[in-house]
């Protein structure tokens, strides 16, 4: 249900983006989402896919880049990629890691006809 509430919040930006721009047919929707934004990519497309019904994106398809979140490790300060808010340090592997981005979801870019 989460997806569902997200993907008709996804369309609906969409047709917005799209009226303001005068477009009449949306072929593609690209949005970023965040590794830890807990969203399921699969079932966030098929609920894009319920929630495009006879918009302007009916026949558009989602397209999902994975965006990753940073981290700072606070015992070796190291910077890292993290996947998991519960990861470990790579380099010295504590768990003191302050995590920034990765829990976004954003349109990233409509393709139109
Ligand atoms: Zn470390």
Do not use: N, Y
Not at 13 to 42: K, M, Q, Y
Not at 81 to 109: H, I, K, M, N, Y
């Amino acid at each position: 249900m989460h997806e569902l509430s997200l993907a008709v919040r996804l369309v609906a930006l969409v047709e917005e983006e799209a009226s303001r721009a005068a477009c009449t047919t949306v072929s593609t929707v690209t949005i970023r989402l965040g590794v830890l934004s807990c969203v399921d990519p699969a079932s966030l497309k098929l609920a894009f896919l319920a929630a495009r019904k006879d918009t302007i994106a009916a026949a558009a398809e989602l397209v999902i880049e994975s965006a990753s979140a940073h981290a700072i490790c606070l015992s070796c300060q190291k910077p890292s990629d993290v996947s998991q808010r519960t990861s470990a340090c790579p380099f010295c592997g504590a768990f003191a890691l302050v995590v920034s981005g990765g829990d976004e979801l954003r349109l990233v870019r409509l393709e139109v006809v």
